[in-house]
T-cell receptor, first 115, second 112 residues
Framework: GAGVSQTPSNKVTEKGKYVELRCDPI?????LYWYRQSLGQGPEFLIY????????DSGLPNDRFFAVRPEGSVSTLKIQRTERGDSAVYLC?????????????FGNGTRLTVT | QQQVKQSPQSLIVQKGGISIINCAYE??????FPWYQQFPGKGPALLIA?????SEKKEGRFTISFNKSAKQFSLHIMDSQPGDSATYFC???????????FGEGTQLTVNP
């Protein structure tokens, strides 16, 4: 079956540019999560959606980062005025609700490189 | 209070051996403890998970041991195989899961 799909798989951008990263969750999954993984580190929480609303955005590092999920399915992570420190793999995950019996399913990520 | 500390950072075992990875957490409100396996270029995939009302959970060659009083849990991989070579992450969360807190990861290499 179809898993979590993230596009693009790789994105190279120049410092100061704007980027959008897309996540297509598993069909029917109401919960959607964005994480950031730097080289050699564990994933770091960014934001969690339950349906259309951002239930917890406390992991977003600053106001250059923003995410939307307007119809409760596809989500877009938006990064303004990119900095070299934003270079990382951005992972998206989804789950049926977030219950114990509905684990997080991760996509393969978007590798963002800011030059 | 949100940290999860994982050790060792890297581990090399021989085929057929036992791989043991340890994690410790601080937040006593956590009540969901999954382990994820990640191959290069792929996202993490759930391997096995435990809740604190049990002390051990086994699925095939993978076992989680949980010590609530010590706030520690570990992953044991029995009969380790070269195909198990990957990075393993422990994590912790409250339920319902709004945010997983991950450990730093353990790079496991199983030599043939």
């Amino acid at each position: 079956g179809a898993g979590v799909s993230q596009t693009p798989s790789n994105k190279v951008t120049e410092k100061g540019k704007y980027v959008e990263l897309r996540c297509d969750p598993i069909s029917g999954h109401t919960a959607l999560y964005w994480y950031r993984q730097s080289l050699g580190q564990g994933p770091e929480f960014l934001i969690y959606f339950q349906g259309t609303g951002a239930a917890d955005d406390s992991g977003l590092p600053n106001d250059r980062f923003f995410a939307v999920r307007p119809e409760g399915s596809v989500s877009t992570l938006k990064i303004q005025r990119t900095e070299r420190g934003d270079s990382a793999v951005y992972l998206c995950a989804s789950s049926l609700y977030g219950s114990y019996n509905s684990p997080l399913h991760f996509g393969n990520g978007t590798r963002l490189t800011v030059t | 209070q949100q940290q999860v500390k994982q050790s060792p950072q890297s581990l090399i075992v021989q085929k057929g051996g036992i791989s043991i990875i340890n994690c410790a957490y601080e937040n006593t409100a956590f009540d969901y403890f999954p382990w994820y396996q990640q191959f290069p270029g792929k996202g993490p995939a759930l391997l096995i998970a435990i809740r604190p009302d049990v002390s051990e959970k086994k699925e095939g060659r993978f076992t989680i041991s949980f010590n609530k009083s010590a706030k520690q849990f570990s992953l044991h991989i029995m009969d380790s195989q070269p195909g198990d070579s990957a990075t393993y992450f422990c994590a912790a969360s409250k339920v319902p899961v709004s945010r997983l807190t991950f450990g730093e990861g353990t790079q496991l290499t199983v030599n043939p």
